[in-house]
């Protein structure tokens, strides 16, 4: 097959697939001899709100936690909830000197979600909570009764200064939108919206920077007497405006997709089985990073999939903070039982000021990597855990939480004499 003939088949195949003219054919055809676009790319990310059944699972799970922490700072906690129509399961090990009251907590929870309705259905009031709960098995116990970490993994943490959050846009204006739809449904803006949604923004790259948004998506659960043209225009109006920036729409920006089947009556632990643990990547980087694949929620700071996540985060701010680099990426890997990190890794993706070895050489130095200095560090034996289940654990500047601080950016730009 001659290059004509070749270039006439990959057209043919992408207008099969993904329709001519498209934007993703655009982007996508790089080799061009006539547009060459290979600084360019499309990335997508997506958020749900707290009536996601994942997302109600792990709130659960760490409405559970820190009812813990807050009577017991040293409680042991490994804690997963799942939902499905009508049922909450609570399971997990948890050791601790407090007694709780698990199936409120979990009612409680769900009531502040917004399921008070059995027609939304699903009902605090009536749903059953089932609770299968043991103790923190004591082989894992003696590890971390040393100050080792509660299981091995790696974990990584993310910065990126395209945002004020220093988080990747797309995942940022997916979480705003999110919360958004939530704020409307909560304050009657839009009142025949339900707890569950989702929203996903596609944003296009030019030489590593966000340049323009062009997809749009936003479904949200809602009173089956409500026609579709309705709620697509309320959304527009009061979801999607407010939050997209204007300077990032252009005329190539796609109209925006609301409610794509037609129709979301049927949501929340009804329409899907709810999960502890299944929005991992909505929890931290939407994509735009690599994840360890521990979860979050349910898990006390001795558990590092959470702690030493957290403290990858916090690292990665003070680097870009400081000015060493407009992106970086950090891994770390502990043993279970150990305290010493078993590797530490940096990545800038060629945007650093510096080495990146001599940024390595300056965590050494300023930072304790062991989960007890973690956890001191971030002050992690606190009940703070319920208010970052939803709406992302990174980038939150609405809460005073210590992974999201800065306080030791000054520290990293002297040591690094720039």
């Not at 894992?140 to 790696?154: E, K, L, P, T, Y």
């Not at 996903?200 to 936003?218: A, F, M, S």
């Not at 043993?335 to 940024?359: C, H, K, M, W, Y």
Request: glycine residues 10%; aromatic residues 6%; negative net charge.
């Amino acid at each position: 097959m001659g290059p004509a003939a070749a270039e006439k088949h990959r057209e043919t195949a992408v207008d099969r697939t993904y329709g001519k003219g498209s934007e993703w054919e655009r982007v996508a055809r790089c080799d061009s001899r006539e547009d060459d676009l290979s600084n360019r790319f499309l990335f997508t990310s997506e958020s749900v709100t707290e009536g996601h059944p994942d997302k109600m699972a792990d709130q659960i799970s760490d409405a559970v936690l820190d009812a813990i922490l807050a009577q017991d700072p040293y409680g042991r906690v490994a804690c997963e909830t799942m939902l499905t129509t009508g049922l909450v399961m609570v399971a997990g090990e948890i050791t601790t000197a407090c007694h709780i009251d698990i199936p409120e907590i979990a009612r409680a929870t769900i009531q502040d979600v917004g399921y008070t309705r059995a027609k939304y259905g699903f009902d605090y009031q009536t749903c059953g909570v089932l609770t299968a709960i043991q103790k923190q098995s004591p082989d894992i116990a003696m590890g971390v009764d040393r100050g080792g970490a509660g299981d091995q993994g790696m974990m990584f943490g993310y910065a990126t200064n395209e945002t004020q959050e220093l988080m990747p846009m797309p995942l940022m204006l997916a979480h705003k939108l999110a919360r958004q739809l939530s704020l409307v449904r909560r304050n009657g803006t839009i009142p025949y919206l339900r707890p569950d949604g989702k929203t996903q923004v596609t944003v296009e790259y030019e030489n590593g920077r966000p340049i323009r948004v062009d997809k749009i998506l936003v479904s949200s659960q809602h009173d089956p007497s409500v026609k579709q043209s309705t709620i697509y225009e309320d959304i527009v109006e009061h979801v999607i405006k407010p939050v997209i920036p204007e300077h990032m729409v252009d005329s190539q920006t796609k109209p925006p997709l609301v409610n794509p089947t037609g129709s979301f009556a049927v949501g929340g632990p009804q329409g899907d089985t709810g999960l502890t643990g299944r929005k991992i990547i909505v929890d931290t980087y939407g994509g735009m990073a690599r994840h360890g694949g521990g979860a979050f929620s349910g898990k006390d700071p001795t558990k590092v999939d959470r702690s030493a996540a957290y403290m990858m985060r916090y690292i990665a701010r003070q680097i870009v903070g400081a000015g060493l680099a407009d992106r970086c990426e950090l891994q770390v890997a502990y043993a279970i039982g150990e305290r010493e990190p078993l590797s530490v890794n940096i990545n800038t993706f060629g945007t650093g000021q510096i080495p990146d070895g001599q940024i390595l050489q300056i965590v050494s130095r300023l930072f304790d990597l062991t989960p007890g200095a973690i956890i001191e560090k971030l002050q992690l034996r606190r009940p703070i855990y319920r208010q970052v289940a939803a709406f992302g654990h990174f980038g939150r500047t609405d809460l005073d939480v210590a992974w999201e601080k800065d306080d030791m950016v000054d520290a990293v730009r002297n040591a690094a004499g720039v």
